[in-house]
């Protein structure tokens, strides 16, 4: 299989339209590489058809992106969309709000969600709804625990991740809003797993990262009061839901001692310092063997 990450970025991108963070500045300048929002595409090699994970903001720059770089080999002409399905792994607005951008395909969407998702998509922040008047939808329920053919050589499995709702929700029930997905080559065996928002890493999770060839991790934040320590945000990144890169409990230090050959954080948020090229966070990061998520960085598995 061929994995493509889109945008490496987290909702906002990099730079993000209001932000003059360091970062984001940085980038002005030209001593960074712009990044688009969080999203990624999978290649079924043996028929050839990709599967988009996440609908972001930017997902009309990703596919030119992917055109332009020869990713589809053939069109058929006429207005339909090049994926064969979209998979969303939770409800938030910058995993989903490029589903309205692809209203003008001939086909409907193939759309994989849980069943919360889509109740959030159709009557909280309603796209799905709206998408019906336009190309419509083809949903299809993902729920974790149980395992999806997506092609004759690609399955998915789903796993709870994230009991953090989208602000737009007022709901106080405890429920699953993200998930991951452990996506499988069955011609090769070859396991990605894709985990963008992840509040914590448990014993399952662990073994899940161990069991797979490449994982696409939660990168969001450097420190859980990155947001409140720059006066541009009240709420910790552990409070939204993304478990924070540095400290004892952090991620780099919980993912030392997984194996997996590839470990590359994505959905990175523009305050982030692993994004400053020679900053000494990021160089910290490739020291400790995990790769840092860029748009267009491609995998085969
Ligand atoms: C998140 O990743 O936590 C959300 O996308 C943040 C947001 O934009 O609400
Ligand atoms: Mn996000
Ligand atoms: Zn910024």
Same mark, same amino acid.
């Given at each position: 299989?061929?994995?493509?990450?889109?945008?490496?970025?987290?909702?906002?991108?990099? $730079?993000?339209?209001?932000?003059?963070?360091?970062?984001?500045?940085?980038?002005? !300048?030209?001593?960074?590489?712009?990044?688009?929002?969080?999203?990624?595409?999978?290649?079924?090699?043996?028929?050839?058809?990709?599967?988009?994970?996440?609908?972001?903001?930017?997902?009309?720059?990703?596919?030119?992106?992917?055109?332009?770089?020869?990713?589809?080999? !053939?069109? !058929?002409?006429?207005?339909?969309?090049?994926?064969?399905?979209?998979?969303?792994?939770?409800?938030?607005?910058?995993?989903?709000?490029?589903?309205?951008?692809?209203?003008?395909?001939?086909?409907?969407?193939?759309?994989?969600?849980?069943?919360?998702?889509?109740?959030?998509?159709?009557?909280?922040?309603?796209?799905?709804?709206?998408?019906?008047?336009?190309?419509?939808?083809?949903?299809? $329920?993902?729920? $974790?625990?149980?395992?999806?053919?997506?092609?004759?050589?690609?399955?998915?499995?789903?796993?709870?991740?994230?009991?953090?709702?989208?602000?737009?929700?007022?709901?106080?029930?405890?429920?699953?809003?993200?998930?991951?997905?452990?996506?499988?080559?069955?011609?090769?065996?070859?396991?990605?797993?894709?985990?963008?928002?992840?509040? !914590?890493?448990?014993?399952?999770?662990?073994?899940?990262?161990?069991?797979?060839?490449?994982?696409?991790?939660?990168?969001?934040?450097?420190?859980?009061?990155?947001?409140?320590?720059?006066?541009?945000?009240?709420?910790?990144?552990?409070?939204?839901?993304?478990?924070?890169?540095?400290?004892?409990?952090?991620?780099?230090?919980?993912?030392?001692?997984?194996?997996?050959?590839?470990?590359?954080?994505?959905?990175?948020?523009?305050?982030?310092?692993?994004?400053? $090229?020679?900053?000494?966070?990021?160089?910290?990061?490739?020291?400790?063997?995990?790769?840092?998520?860029?748009?267009?960085?491609?995998?085969?598995?």
């Amino acid at each position: 299989m061929l994995i493509r990450i889109l945008g490496a970025a987290a909702g906002g991108g990099y $730079p993000q339209w209001n932000c003059h963070c360091n970062g984001c500045e940085t980038v002005r !300048s030209g001593a960074a590489t712009p990044l688009t929002q969080s999203s990624i595409a999978v290649q079924s090699e043996e028929d050839g058809s990709w599967f988009l994970i996440n609908a972001s903001p930017d997902v009309r720059q990703q596919i030119e992106a992917m055109r332009a770089e020869g990713c589809f080999n !053939s069109h !058929s002409g006429n207005r339909s969309l090049p994926f064969a399905g979209i998979l969303l792994t939770d409800a938030e607005i910058d995993h989903t709000t490029g589903l309205i951008l692809l209203r003008e395909s001939t086909a409907p969407l193939n759309i994989y969600s849980t069943t919360t998702v889509k109740q959030a998509l159709t009557s909280g922040y309603g796209i799905l709804s709206t998408l019906q008047n336009y190309c419509g939808v083809k949903w299809a $329920p993902i729920t $974790p625990g149980e395992i999806i053919q997506l092609t004759d050589e690609l399955q998915v499995e789903a796993f709870a991740l994230s009991t953090k709702a989208p602000k737009y929700i007022q709901s106080t029930e405890v429920e699953v809003w993200g998930i991951g997905l452990t996506i499988r080559d069955t011609t090769t065996n070859a396991t990605l797993t894709y985990a963008p928002g992840m509040g !914590s890493i448990n014993t399952d999770l662990r073994q899940r990262f161990q069991n797979s060839d490449c994982i696409l991790v939660d990168g969001t934040f450097w420190t859980n009061d990155e947001l409140p320590s720059l006066g541009i945000g009240a709420r910790t990144a552990k409070a939204m839901g993304h478990l924070p890169l540095s400290g004892d409990d952090g991620s780099l230090a919980q993912l030392a001692n997984i194996t997996t050959p590839r470990k590359i954080f994505v959905h990175i948020n523009n305050t982030n310092p692993i994004l400053i $090229p020679n900053s000494p966070e990021r160089q910290y990061v490739k020291n400790n063997g995990i790769e840092i998520g860029y748009d267009g960085l491609t995998i085969k598995l």
